[in-house]
């Protein structure tokens, strides 16, 4: 870690910089946190699924000084995309800065398994190390305040562009601690970890609390059934995490009857709803008698709520636990910002040292989110139960929860408007069984256009992250609009799941 640590110093990156890094849970990934937080710069995280349209924007967005990233994942080739943003990279002499007329602050690439034109591989960044002294790494350590920002992660908006959210150390290693205790995590647990280090989920509920407890991690570069099931038993995991859907395949995997389960604890649940059938099965078949489920956002940090490894299990079934230490939580009216008392739907906002610090850049929004005095609104409807325990009822806002992803129907709308064929659009959620929500684009065409699912399909997939896609398509002639011809998304949900394919996806029930 002071081996890297040295090297980006050495490649300019000062304190305050941002330093992004674009990767599956590999070593490069850990390395390049400890290092670059440990120097007082900021780790940008990077989607793995990102394609060309949302990288450039984020990197841009972020005013991203060095780039560390592998050669690609699953259907997104990160070469190609680098290239085709700085085509300066193919005449760059190595070892010089970058000036990229796309990405005017992007100054050094870093590849982690090939060799290609004007980019660092991992082995020359280290060497880098050699023009800096670790002392250097010592003194910018001791400059760091716990309210700096140590990291930016980006969620899609309502706007339809994704925001930066500034998260702090103080923010991170206090949430990931109290994570941990909520676990009871100790030196004797071993933790796999399958969840996306890009993600809170990963950085911040399975590393940072791991850290914080003397855990040991077995990091597994992507999510994968029957890697997972093997890991499981060779390493004698006793902890671990995943969206529902995780779980789910895990649970109908071949392999899964010659898993050895017996050291087996605890882990998290969370991402999506949890359906309350997989929670029970999770406990009685895979031996984790003490899983809990945690709720909360990236811009909390991720965690408000969650419960305990002492709470019953009907508890830990039927809802995302009590606030965790620090943090305050309540449920207001939606309208008049007034709290509401025990067993009242209202809008879940939360106060305390886990809020962000604000989304990078954009103050307007910073102050949509979070009200004058600290409260962040989460725009999730919820309910207090009499002993303090919440419950999730619902989505103010229009946000998707497909497999654990947060997508937002605005920014994919946003760029089917652009298919030369579309009139208009409107994205939903779906019912799904396998993922929680599904995606549903209903497309008005221009007058006399004729177009197929599939060609909608294949525009959306071709410029962006493949979860972004939407499943299903629909042609409509209009959508139902109130007297002040506001589009009802609700309508829209509420006809799609009256179809035949969605009644019983729909009837799921989750905490």
């Given at each position: ?497 009256k179809l035949p394919e969605f009644i019983e996806a729909s009837k799921i029930e989750?905490?």
């Amino acid at each position: 870690v002071d081996t890297f640590a040295r090297a980006l110093i050495s490649m300019g990156v000062k304190q305050g910089d941002h330093v992004a890094i674009w990767a599956t849970n590999v070593p490069q990934w850990y390395i390049t946190f400890w290092a670059t937080v440990k120097i007082g710069a900021v780790l940008v995280t990077v989607n793995t699924a990102y394609k060309i349209h949302e990288l450039e924007y984020l990197l841009r967005q972020s005013d991203t000084h060095t780039l560390v990233m592998t050669d690609g994942y699953k259907d997104s080739d990160y070469v190609a995309i680098i290239n085709e943003i700085c085509p300066e990279l193919k005449s760059l002499e190595k070892g010089k800065p970058l000036h990229a007329r796309r990405l005017p602050f992007l100054r050094n690439v870093i590849t982690c398994e090939s060799d290609r034109p004007g980019c660092y591989t991992w082995e020359e960044a280290l060497a880098q190390a050699e023009r800096t002294p670790v002392e250097a790494v010592y003194r910018r350590a001791a400059m760091i305040n716990k309210h700096d920002v140590c990291n930016m992660q980006y969620t899609s908006g309502t706007t339809g562009f994704p925001k930066g959210v500034m998260l702090t150390h103080y923010n991170v290693v206090n949430n990931g601690k109290a994570i941990g205790d909520c676990m009871d995590l100790s030196t004797a647990d071993r933790m796999m970890i399958q969840v996306p280090m890009f993600h809170c989920f990963g950085m911040v509920l399975a590393m940072t609390a791991s850290m914080t407890h003397g855990v040991t991690m077995s990091p597994i570069p992507a999510f994968s059934p029957k890697k997972g099931l093997a890991c499981i038993t060779k390493e004698k995991i006793t902890a671990f995490h995943g969206v529902p859907t995780m779980f789910i395949a895990m649970l109908g995997h071949e392999d899964f009857d010659k898993t050895d389960f017996s050291h087996m604890r605890t882990g998290i649940m969370a991402g999506s709803p949890c359906p309350i059938k997989v929670m029970e099965e999770v406990i009685s078949k895979m031996h984790m008698d003490e899983i809990c489920i945690t709720y909360g956002q990236t811009e909390a940090s991720p965690a408000t709520t969650m419960s305990k490894t002492t709470d019953s299990i009907e508890t830990r079934v039927n809802t995302v636990g009590s606030a965790i230490f620090g943090v305050e939580c309540k449920i207001v009216d939606p309208e008049t910002y007034e709290e509401l008392p025990d067993n009242v739907d209202g809008e879940f906002v939360a106060r305390g040292y886990n809020i962000m610090k604000g989304y990078y850049k954009m103050p307007e929004a910073t102050a949509a989110a979070i009200d004058k005095d600290g409260w962040l609104h989460t725009g999730d409807l919820a309910r207090r139960l009499p002993d303090g325990n919440y419950k999730i009822t619902g989505r103010i806002k229009d946000m998707i929860i497909r497999g654990g992803e947060n997508i937002y129907p605005k920014e994919i709308e946003d760029f089917i408007y652009t298919h030369p064929k579309v009139s208009d659009v409107q994205v939903i959620g779906v019912p799904s069984k396998q993922y929680g929500e599904e995606i549903m684009a209903c497309v008005i065409l221009k007058p006399g256009e004729e177009c197929t699912a599939e060609e909608i399909k294949e525009y959306v997939m071709t410029h962006m992250a493949k979860h972004k896609t939407p499943r299903y398509v629909t042609f409509v002639d209009s959508f139902p609009m109130n007297a002040a011809g506001k589009i009802l998304k609700y309508k829209m949900r509420e006809e799609a799941e009256k179809l035949p394919e969605f009644i019983e996806a729909s009837k799921i029930e989750t905490a």
